[in-house]
């Protein structure tokens, strides 16, 4: 079977559960072409040696950071990114394979349908919906269900769900694993994935007995208190670490609820997805955090680990039966 994965690189939460199910399909004996425009070095630290494509193939929402959105300049690349000869560019790719998986870029659902190649949609989300929630996107949000209607959705755990889909399959959590990478005790893992965090020198205070770990993507800081970590697979941190500082998102939430690893969070703002997984959090013994100095009760107060779904997954994509999208 020859199969691409086309996936946003909104941060990096779509990419890291896709790279997980392309290392399960890989098990199955399909090796999935990667249509990307996260950093190579993201693929390739998860998935070596990947059939990568680079590809924008969506917009998401703008934003300045991770918890900073920019309207503005989300319609203004909408434009460009989602028009009609871009898709049509993505439709010719698409042309050659025999199924395309979808986290879950209405535009690469419409590229899929007019290559006449069946596609499938996997996301705790989808941008329909979440355009939805804004009055200056409802026009796009209008034309993603439109794209989006005519295929399969695979919704995961957990999120806002998918709804504008010909059907909806419901599977569970879906995250990268790897063995515990060794850290100094009192280590609080710093992630805020592809967007980063403005001011990190100055929102990180020293804090007694806590080391901040800081690996790419985000910003190195020369302090004494900051360890800076290269070359290490990103989930043997999350699953090393006593303690995640993040803001709510799937991926980083996926792989801490899969090692058992405690999070501390910051406020997201109004971002739409936010709310159902900050429910996750708290039902978990996780919470927000305001005072970066306050964070002693959380570290290594381990969690309850959840199972993965990301197997279970792969094989339902291998066994869907082509339809292919009039």
């Known amino acids: 079977m020859k199969l691409a994965i086309v996936c946003s690189a909104h941060g990096f939460g779509h990419l890291t559960r896709q790279l997980a199910v392309a290392e399960a399909l890989r098990a199955e004996g399909v ?106 996107l409802r026009q796009w949000a209008a034309r993603f269900e439109a794209w989006q209607r005519p295929h399969l959705g695979l919704e995961l755990w957990p999120g806002p769900g998918l709804q504008a889909f010909r059907s909806v399959e419901r599977f569970g959590l879906v995250a990268r694993q790897r063995e515990p990478h060794a850290l100094p005790q009192g280590s609080v893992l710093v992630s805020f994935g592809g967007f980063g965090l403005a001011d990190l020198d100055a929102r990180l205070p020293e804090v007694p007995g806590v080391t901040w770990v800081i690996s790419p993507p985000m910003t190195r800081l020369e302090r004494p208190d900051v360890l800076w970590v290269e070359d290490v697979p990103y989930p043997a941190l999350v699953a090393g670490a006593e303690l995640v500082l993040t803001k709510p998102g799937y991926g980083i939430l996926a792989e801490a609820m899969s090692t058992g690893t405690p999070i501390a969070y910051l406020d997201r703002g109004a971002f739409p997805e936010a709310a159902s997984l900050v429910a996750v959090l708290e039902e978990r013994g996780d919470r927000r955090v305001e005072n970066l100095n306050d964070l002693g009760d959380l570290i290594g107060q381990e969690r309850p680990r959840v199972a993965l779904a990301t197997a279970a997954v792969a094989r339902r994509l291998l066994r869907v039966e082509p339809v292919k999208p009039s």
């Open 31 to 136: 090796d999935p072409a990667i249509f990307t425009a996260a950093p190579p070095s993201i693929v390739e630290a998860t998935l070596p040696s990947p059939r990568l494509r680079p590809w924008v193939v969506d917009v998401g929402i703008a934003q300045r950071d991770s918890l900073t959105e920019d309207l503005d300049e989300t319609l203004r690349r909408l434009d460009e990114v989602c028009s009609e000869r871009q898709i049509d560019a993505l439709a010719e790719e698409l042309g050659g394979f025999d199924r395309v998986v979808v986290d879950t870029a209405p535009a690469g659902l419409e590229a899929a349908r007019r290559a006449g190649v069946e596609a499938i949609a996997v996301g705790n989300f989808e941008w329909a919906w979440l355009y939805g929630q804004y009055p200056r």
